[in-house]
C-alpha cells in the first residue's frame, strides 16, 4: 500500500525543538522529493520546503530559513522534518507530501498530519 | 512570491447543485495548478493537476479549468461528502510553491 506515515503528535515548550518523521511505503522512496507542509488551527496551508530523497538537496521556505532541517533516511525510506527555537506560532498541525516529480511540485500523496503544540 | 486568492472563502450550496470555485494568481503560473479537498481532522487530497486533469480516482463530477492567473473547480452536482475545504496550489514558480487561503464548501 503506497503511503506515507507520520510520528505521533508532540507537546513543546517554547524554544525547545521538535522532530517529526515520515515512513514512506509502497513505492521507491528515491524516486521522488517529499515536502513538508504546515497547517496553523483554523487557517490554511503552508509550504516548508522540499527534499530530494534521491541526492538529500534541500530547499527551504525563506521565512523558516536557519530554524528547519530536513533529512532522509534512505535505508528506512523516511524523511524527517526538525524545527528549532519553536514559538507558540509554530503550534500546527505538519504534513509530509509526496512532490510528484521534480520539475511539478504538486503533491500527490500526503501523510495523516502531526500536530506539534508549543506551550509553556 | 506568486499570491494565490481564492474566491469565495464560503460557499453555501445544496446537494447536487453545481459549485464553482475561483482561484487567481498575482501573476501567470501557465497551467501549473492543482487543486486539493480537504475534510476535517484529515490531510488534503489531490484532485486536480495541470489545471485540468484529474488526480487517480477523482470521479468526474470535479473538472478544473482556466490557465495564466484565472483558474476554476467546478462541481457538477455536490454529494453528501463533497461538502469540504478546497485549496488551489501553483507550481509553476517555485520555490516556493503556495497556496490560495480556502474555499469551504458548506450545505445550504
Known amino acids: 500500500q503506497v503511503q506515507l506515515v507520520q510520528s505521533g503528535a508532540e507537546v513543546k515548550k517554547p524554544g525547545a525543538s521538535v522532530k517529526v518523521s515520515c515512513k514512506a511505503s509502497?513505492?521507491?522512496?528515491?524516486?521522488?522529493?517529499i515536502s513538508w507542509v504546515r497547517q496553523a488551527p483554523g487557517q490554511g496551508l503552508e509550504w516548508m520546503g522540499w527534499?530530494?530523497?534521491?541526492?538529500?538537496?534541500?530547499n527551504y521556505a525563506q521565512k523558516l530559513q536557519g530554524r528547519v532541517t530536513m533529512t532522509t533516511d534512505t535505508s528506512t525510506s523516511t524523511a524527517y522534518m526538525e524545527l528549532r527555537s519553536l514559538r507558540s506560532d509554530d503550534t500546527a498541525v505538519y504534513y509530509c507530501?509526496?512532490?510528484?516529480?521534480?520539475?511539478?511540485?504538486?503533491?500527490?500523496?500526503w501523510g495523516r498530519g502531526t500536530l506539534v503544540t508549543v506551550s509553556s | 512570491e506568486i499570491v494565490m486568492t481564492q474566491s469565495p472563502a464560503t460557499l453555501s450550496v445544496s446537494p447536487g447543485e453545481r459549485a464553482t470555485l475561483s482561484c487567481r494568481a498575482s501573476?501567470?503560473?501557465?497551467?501549473?495548478l492543482a487543486w486539493y479537498q480537504q475534510k476535517p481532522g484529515q490531510a488534503p487530497r489531490l484532485l486536480i493537476y495541470?489545471?485540468?486533469t484529474r488526480a487517480t480516482g477523482i470521479p468526474a463530477r470535479f473538472s478544473g479549468s482556466g490557465s495564466g492567473t484565472e483558474f476554476t473547480l467546478t462541481i457538477s452536482s455536490l454529494q453528501s461528502e463533497d461538502f469540504a475545504v478546497y485549496y488551489c496550489?501553483?507550481?509553476?514558480?517555485?520555490?516556493?510553491?503556495?497556496f490560495g487561503g480556502g474555499t469551504k464548501v458548506e450545505i445550504k
Open positions: 507530501a509526496r512532490v510528484y516529480d521534480s520539475r511539478y511540485w504538486y503533491f500527490d500523496l
Open positions: 509502497g513505492y521507491t522512496f528515491t524516486s521522488y522529493g
Open positions: 527534499i530530494s530523497a534521491y541526492n538529500g538537496n534541500t
Open positions: 501573476q501567470s503560473v501557465s497551467s501549473n
Open positions: 495541470g489545471a485540468s
Open positions: 496550489q501553483q507550481y509553476n514558480n517555485w520555490p516556493p510553491v503556495t
